[in-house]
């Protein structure tokens, strides 16, 4: 599941199973622990695995507004600068080019119907699946679908109108 590399991940979720299981069952009997820990390192991998699927997202969007990447094969995780996880700072001008796409990108979805933002955003930013946000909107999956389908396509056309270019 995890790789030699990714070590100290696995022992961060661990830890964090561990303390929830510490704050929040301290006062149970000791042989319902084990159960109750196995249910929590579940869902907090769960969690770990989802959100690392919406980082993953949102990076290989932001990185198709790149245009100083033009190989198909480019993946922003290759040139990504992470020793025991202190990220490098962007040198000023990648860091200015980055503020001025994610601004552009906040702007846009301001600009969204309330519907299509709202699938957008529980769809790609907080992970959920079609059906999760069906519920979560009280609508159809296939309303969500269609809501995220315009979405996609009213972002594109407001991003390339201001001048960032799609691939």
């Given at each position: 599941m995890f790789s030699t590399r990714d070590s100290h991940v696995a022992l961060d979720i661990v830890q964090d199973a561990m303390m929830k299981l510490a704050?929040?069952?301290?006062?149970?009997?000791?042989?319902e622990l084990p159960l109750l820990f196995h249910r929590i390192l579940q869902n907090t991998l769960h969690d770990h695995f989802r959100r690392s699927k919406v980082r993953m997202n949102w990076t290989t969007l932001f990185s198709a507004f790149s245009s100083k990447h033009d190989e198909e094969a480019f993946d922003p995780l290759d040139v990504l600068e992470d020793?025991?996880?202190q990220s490098a700072p962007l040198p000023p001008d990648a860091?200015?080019?980055?503020r001025q796409t994610i601004a552009l990108i906040e702007?846009?979805?301001t600009n969204l119907p309330p519907r299509q933002?709202?699938?957008?955003?529980?769809?790609?930013?907080e992970g959920l699946d079609t059906a999760?946000?069906?519920l979560a909107m009280n609508c159809t999956e296939g309303s969500v679908k269609t809501h995220c389908s315009r979405a996609n396509h009213a972002l594109a056309?407001?991003?390339q109108a201001t001048g960032v270019e799609l691939p």
């Open positions: 704050e929040k069952y301290g006062d149970k009997p000791s042989e020793s025991d996880n860091d200015f080019a980055q702007k846009a979805l933002r709202e699938a957008f955003l529980l769809r790609y930013w999760e946000t069906a056309a407001m991003l």
